[in-house]
């Protein structure tokens, strides 16, 4: 894994023993693109805790702080649980301060 928090930046959520139990990241894959290319994984076990909502926020808020416009992502049309907390996300997004 290469982090160079500049294209790249990857925030990761563990458990109180170091267990990695999500991760999610956003990659530019061109020089100053304004919608770098986005992706989040969490643990099965870990679902349904709020655990994406809050690691997005975040990822958005630092998103903000880079000038960057947004984020894209492939998803496949039946994981309509990824698509429901982009859009309850989205909704809400214009309560996420900037700081
Ligand atoms: C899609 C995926 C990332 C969602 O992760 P998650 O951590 O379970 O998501 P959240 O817990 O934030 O949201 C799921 C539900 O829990 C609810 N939730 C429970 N507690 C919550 C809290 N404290 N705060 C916010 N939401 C909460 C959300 O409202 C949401 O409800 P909904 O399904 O009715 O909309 C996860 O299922 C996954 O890793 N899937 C496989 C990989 C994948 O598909 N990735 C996306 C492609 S990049």
Known sequence: MN?????TLSIV????NGKIIAEA???EL????THPEFA???DENYQNFGITTFICTLLMRLGKEK??????GYLLSHNIKVL???KNMVSSSTRIPSR
């Open 67 to 72: 000038q960057l416009k947004g984020f894209k």
């Open 13 to 16: 959520g563990e458990t109180k």
């Open 30 to 33: 061109e020089a100053h693109e």
């Open 25 to 27: 990241r956003f990659v």
């Open 84 to 86: 429901r907390v982009i």
């Open 3 to 7: 982090i160079d928090y500049d294209k």
């Open 40 to 42: 989040i994984v969490v």
